[in-house]
T-cell receptor
């Protein structure tokens, strides 16, 4: 069965630090990959997505992710985090029209 | 443009009671999804509708869960009777229905079963 692994369950950073959240998936076919973010008290929002083409995708709020097919990875990055990035981040792979999510990473950015 | 609307936002019930959640998708979205999110985990699909047809309900516990989308627009998810382990957030999402489209999520209903 397809699965998504997010290696870090909790991450604490200071403002201006760089961020990288790991995501690995197990699925051998064509993949559609997503990062969703859930800010405190808000609903899940799409941060960025990869369907095909350039493996480096840019999303909202300065986030980007790189699809590395050989490593089955889709890591999320941001060069300089802000306090407002405090949220929970979910990686997901689309398989047969449904999204399979990782368990999420809670990011706390200290001012 | 309005997003996915869900109600209620919070629900507290005693075990063995019935409960229902309502979802109104984004206008024009043919595909509707219900997901279950347990604490500390990512959402898991319960059922997917294409218009009014349930095309994937393999993960829906049919002994106590039911869902409907009668006119292919809004949908209701029901649990009867509720159990303690059903305490979770129930998320509704919708998408346009094309092959590689994006799912948009509602705020969810947080259910607590006492």
């Amino acid at each position: 069965a397809q699965s998504v692994s997010q290696h870090n369950h909790h991450v604490i950073l200071s403002e201006a630090a760089s961020l990288e959240l790991g995501c690995n998936y197990s699925y051998g076919g064509t993949v559609n990959l997503f990062w969703y973010v859930q800010y405190p008290g808000q609903h899940l929002q799409l941060l960025l997505k990869y369907f095909s083409g350039d493996p480096l995708v840019k999303g909202i709020k300065g986030f980007e992710a790189e699809f590395i097919k050989s490593k089955f990875s889709f890591n999320l990055r941001k060069p300089s985090v802000q306090w407002s990035d405090t949220a929970e981040y979910f990686c997901a792979v689309r398989s047969s029209y449904k999204l399979i999510f990782g368990s999420g990473t809670r990011l706390l950015v200290r001012p | 443009e309005a997003g996915v609307v869900q109600s209620p936002r919070y629900k507290i019930i005693e075990k063995k009671q019935p409960v229902a959640f309502w979802c109104n998708p984004i206008s024009g979205h043919n595909t509707l999804y219900w997901y279950l999110q347990n604490l500390g985990q990512g959402p898991e699909l319960l059922i997917r509708y294409e218009n009014e047809e349930a095309v994937d309900d393999s993960q829906l516990p049919k002994d106590r869960f039911s869902a409907e989308r009668l006119k292919g627009v809004d949908s209701t998810l029901k649990i009867q009777p509720a159990e303690l382990g059903d305490s979770a957030v129930y998320l509704c999402a919708s998408s346009e229905g094309r092959g590689s489209d994006t799912q948009y999520f509602g705020p969810g209903t947080r259910l607590t079963v006492l």
